[in-house]
C-alpha cells in the first residue's frame, strides 16, 4: 500500500473515531426530534419491493418508492429506518457513520410518508433516486417525499456492495464490508486525486482531470453502478417486464405513473451514475447530479445527450476556484441545457437528510458544511423540482384527489 493510501486511511480513521464519540455521547440533542413536511398538494405513500430478477439475492433488487396517496390509508407515518429487522439492520449498517446510538435515534425519527397508503391520480412523470457510495436507499428521503408530494412517482435505488446496508421485506440484509469501503481506494485513484488537488495552474488541473476520468477503479465502479440502474429500468419501464418482476401492490402504484417522462437524480457516485446513464440511455429525459464527482471519460469534453441540473457544493472546487466539473457535459458545440448552482457553504453530505444533525465540530466531521439544514432541505428541493417541472413539462403541486 503507498505512503498516500496509508495517510488518508489514517486520517479517516481518526475523523469516524471522534465522530462516532460526539454522536454517541451527545445524539439526544443532535438529531432532530420532528420531520419538517414537505410542501405539496399531495400526500405521501411509501412502498419497499424487491425487483425480481436483479442479482442472486433479493436484497440485490431493493427498492423504496414514493407516491401521490390517499391521505387516512396506508399502516401509519414510517420511521426513518422502518421498524423490526430494517431498524436493527440500518442501525448496525451505519454504525461506523453515526454510531450504533446516533444512527439508532436517526432512525427512529417519524417521516412524512404513510406506509403502504394508496396510490392516487395518474400519469405521474417518474424520478429514479440513486445514493452515494457508502449511502443507503433512503438517505434523501426529504427530497424523495417532496417530489412525490409534488406529483412524482420516486423510485429509490439499492446498490449492492455499495450500499452501508440493504433491507429486504424478506427480512433479508446485505453490508458493505471494508473491502467494499477501500475498492476505491486504489493507489492510482490517490495518486490522480492528490494531483488535481497540487495542480498549480490550470493546464496542471485539465491534465489531472482527464487522468482522473481512466482510474481503473473508478471505471470498474462505474460501469457497475451504471448495469444496476440500467437493469432496474429495464425491469420497470417495459410493461411487460414489470408485470412479471413486481409485486400486485406496486404495480398499482407504478399503474399512476407516466413512463414516457423519466428523469435519473443521484448524490455522489450515484449523481455521477445517472448522468452516465441518462447520456445513453433514450428513455430519460433529464437528470440532476447532487455534489456527485463525474466519473468515466464519456461526459469528458463532450455535450450531455439532456437537460442537466449539477448542484455542487464549496468542497467541489479546485485551489484555483475552478469547479471539477467545469471540463464535463459541454463541449464545443453545446447541446442539452445545463444548469449549474453551487451552494458554497455546503459540504458534500449537506446534499443528504444528515444536513440537519449536528452543530459546531460535528457538522465540519460530517461533511455538512456551514450551511443551515432547513434551508438547505428547502433549496434541493424548489431546485430540482422547478428544474424537473420545466424538463418534463410536469405540473408542480398538481391538485390530486385526497
Known sequence: MSLIRLVLKAQGAAVGAVRRVLLHTRSAALVPADWPAPR???????????????????????????????VGTGSGHREYFGDGTEQG?????????????????????????????????????????????????????????????????????AYPKAAAAIWAPDGSSQFMTKGDSNRLMSDEFARTMLAVLRAKSAIAEDTALEQATAVRSLEFENSRWSAQLTAILDALVDPDERTQRVDGELLRVFDTADWSRIALVGMSFG???????????????????????QQGAPLFRQSIRVPLLLMTSG????????????????????????????????????????????????????????????????????????????????????????
Open 89 to 157: 439492520a440500518m442501525i448496525r449498517g451505519l454504525a461506523p457513520l453515526l454510531s450504533r446510538r446516533g444512527s439508532g435515534r436517526l432512525g427512529a425519527r417519524t417521516t412524512a410518508s404513510l406506509q403502504d397508503a394508496e396510490a392516487i391520480g395518474s400519469d405521474h412523470p417518474v424520478v429514479f433516486f440513486s445514493h452515494g457510495f457508502g449511502g443507503f436507499i433512503g438517505q434523501n428521503t426529504h427530497l424523495c417525499e417532496s417530489l412525490a408530494a409534488a406529483g412524482y412517482v420516486v423510485v429509490s435505488v
Open 271 to 293: 449523481g455521477s451514475t445517472s448522468a452516465n446513464v441518462a447520456h445513453v440511455d433514450g428513455r430519460v429525459s433529464a437528470v440532476v447530479n447532487l455534489d456527485g464527482m
Open 315 to 402: 468542497g467541489a472546487h479546485m485551489p484555483s476556484g475552478r469547479g471539477i466539473h467545469d471540463l464535463h457535459y459541454e463541449g464545443e458545440y453545446p447541446g442539452a441545457l445545463v444548469r449549474r448552482v453551487r451552494v458554497a457553504d455546503a459540504g458534500h453530505y449537506g446534499f443528504t437528510d444528515l444536513v440537519e444533525l449536528g452543530r459546531g465540530p460535528l457538522r465540519k466531521l460530517l461533511d455538512l458544511g456551514q450551511v443551515d439544514g432547513a434551508k438547505m432541505l428547502a433549496q434541493v428541493s424548489d431546485e430540482v423540482l422547478s428544474f424537473l417541472g420545466s424538463t418534463l413539462h410536469a405540473t408542480t403541486n398538481p391538485q390530486t384527489e385526497q
Open 40 to 70: 405539496g398538494n399531495c400526500a405521501v405513500g411509501v412502498r419497499d419491493a424487491s425487483v425480481a430478477g436483479i442479482g442472486r439475492l433479493t436484497s440485490d433488487g431493493m427498492v423504496r418508492v414514493w407516491y401521490p396517496a390517499r
